[in-house]
């Protein structure tokens, strides 16, 4: 059934199709309306699942992760200063192998304190062991919400869905809501491997000495490895069943563009745009907008970006003291396997508007340089 | 099974692929006695004891086992907390010094 809703709401559904049975939340603009709406369809009955109010977003994780380890399909959501906290829990998750599902809901990091979009509080938890999907729809972050736990309960391994604040988080757009049916088919019941349960008392997550550590963390890397060919196994089984084919990436004019920009997000969006204007205008410019980050798509971006002249990264998000993540993330996938140049800029921070001229101006600057000037170009920035 | 090389504490793999993805326990505690730590250890005086499961519930460790209605004391695992002690609402759990 079709729907006019919010990125949020978009988020919401996607965890009541995937039948998650408890929801553990503390509230943060711009993420409080995913569990708002959750917690309603809880008390109404629309949905038969625990919802667990708490007192910080750690506690949040740490109880998805205790009902998780119950053998229960978790979801939680939050933003920026939110995830921070709940830092430590991230890393129990994935290396506990509780396949929580969580919606992040992209906001700058304070201070000065803000609540607009930037990919920092995300892309801050690169390292954590959790899956990375960044989506640029309403129709986006549903069916990822729904490929996510399939995805994460496949591989025992934590699954974020990341999305920009207001720009996707507030927007209103149509969204196709798929049947419970549909998705019951999809998506079956949370099965796991090991979990809680008086008829065989184990202890999970307890102390592991360095006989074993090491080759935890190395079974938790080989299943990494295979969470691209699942997403893309995913991809199309969504696709034979709601018509949609979900992919790693959307690859927008790359075949024959001499710039192809590496875009995320909603800007993806606005990036394509700002192509087909472009185009128009003769420039052969092409937009790779990437949709997972974690684990890295090395094919992906090696199959795709050779083929440029130049290649201009944008990214909402800065690793001070190095320069924007997905730069540096592009930078090392194509080390030894290209010469053509990578240009890193930066724009949109902490909400700043990313609009089609932004692109036309990194455009300008790509195609005006041989190589970029600086290690990081900033677009915007009052000087 | 596993190949695993057992001692009287722990269980170890000897290759990755016996690793489980989880990090848990695998029953290793059923190796490692840890009655050993104990310095006093709870004797129950049946003749006094009303039945009431309270040592049973409160036991940390699960080292109190109903048998026939009866509490039993597993010495292989019980600490010597005295937690069980302490709760007895007819005080006929006494700890006492530790025979070595």
Known sequence: ????????????????????????????????????????????????????????????????????????????????????LMHEMLHWASGGRHPVVMGDINRAMAPGWTIWSDQNDSLSQRDTGWIQFYCASNQEVLDTTIQAFKVSESLYIPSMVVLDAFSLSHTYEVVDVPDQAKVDAFLPKFQPYARLTPQKPCAFNGLTSPEHYMELRYKLEEDMEKVIPAILETGLEFERAFGRLLTLADENRCDDAEIILVTSGTAGYTAHVAVEEMRAAGLKVGNLRMKVFRPFPFDLVRRVLPKARKIAVVDRNISYGHHGIFAQEVKSALHGHTDVPVFGFIAGLGGRDITPATFREIV????????????????GVKK | MPKKKRDAKKIVFESVNDVPKMPMSLGSMLHNKTGTWRNIRPEIKLEDCIQCGICWKFCPDMSIVIEDEWPVIDYDFCK?????????????????????
């Open chain 1, 1 to 84: 059934m079709k729907k006019v809703i919010m990125g949020n709401h978009a988020l919401s559904y996607g965890a009541m199709l995937a039948r998650a049975q408890v929801i553990s939340a503390y509230p943060i603009t711009p993420q409080t309306q995913v569990v708002e709406l959750l917690s309603e369809m809880c008390a109404d009955g629309t949905l038969d699942a625990k919802f667990i109010k708490v007192e910080s977003e750690h506690s949040a994780m740490a109880s998805c992760i205790g009902a998780s380890v119950a053998g229960a399909r978790t979801f939680t959501a939050t933003s920026s200063q939110g995830l921070a």
């Open chain 2, 80 to 100: 010597g907390c005295g937690i069980c002690a302490e709760e007895c609402p007819v005080k006929c759990i006494a700890m006492v010094e530790e025979r070595k």
């Open chain 1, 364 to 379: 300008d600057y790509t195609k005006s340089h041989d190589a970029p000037e600086e290690n990081i170009v900033w677009i």
